[in-house]
Structures are given as C-alpha cells and as structure tokens.
Nanobody
Framework: QVQLAESGGGLVQAGDSLRLSCAAS????????TAWFRQAPGKEREFVAT?????????YADAAKGRFTISRDNAFKNTVYLQMNSLKPEDTAVYYC????????????WGQGTQVTVSS
C-alpha cells in the first residue's frame, strides 16, 4: 500500500501564490507517477498536473499551464509539490494528490485532500 498526505492549502487572495506538498510513504517503489487533481464545489474532479517518478516528464491541464508548476524533491523523491501562482477565484477547490503504479492506467492511491480557497 501507499499513503499520500497533502498539505499547504489555505485561504488566499486573487493573485497570491501557494505551494502544495504531497508526501508519499509505503511501497513507493511501485509508483511511476504522481499527480494533482482538484474538485470544486458542485463540479467533477479534474486533472491538474502530473510528474513521473523520475521527475523527467511533466504534463499540465490547460487551466494550469503557465501558472502552476509540479516538481519533486530530488533528495526525497517521495515528496511532490504544486507551486501555484497568480491564483484566481476559479482555482478554489479541494486539491488531491494521487499516485500511479507501474503498469496501471488508473490512479489507485489518493490523499485526503487539502482545501484551497481564493478570494476575489
């Protein structure tokens, strides 16, 4: 099993920045990638960004391109970050960290989520 724990959410104003962290523990050697998703009130969960376990490849949703950066700590590869700049009220959501196992197309492991609220 893999456990994921997010942190770093909070209440900010439009234009501010936040950095979310996702710490993975357990059978992390089985993981090929880590991603961030978000779910706003009344909306379906949506993909935000992903990074391979090696850190060499990143992918972003259109809404995140140019403002968000996903990265991982090379010293401690079990930690993934989401740097969010120029935040907008529409970025308000619960942000979830998810992990993908080698050979799988489905994110099996999920964190509990961290709330990000952006006021106008």
């Amino acid at each position: 099993q893999v456990q994921l724990a997010e942190s770093g959410g909070g209440l900010v104003q439009a234009g501010d920045s936040l950095r979310l962290s996702c710490a993975a523990s357990g059978r992390t050697f089985s993981l090929s990638a880590t991603a961030w998703f978000r779910q706003a009130p009344g909306k379906e969960r949506e993909f935000v960004a992903t990074i391979t376990w090696s850190g060499t490849t990143t992918t972003y949703a259109d809404a995140a391109k140019g403002r968000f950066t996903i990265s991982r700590d090379n010293a401690f590869k079990n930690t993934v970050y989401l740097q969010m700049n120029s935040l907008k009220p529409e970025d308000t959501a619960v942000y979830y960290c998810a992990a993908l196992e080698y050979g799988s197309r489905t994110y099996r492991f999920w964190g509990q989520g961290t709330q990000v609220t952006v006021s106008s």
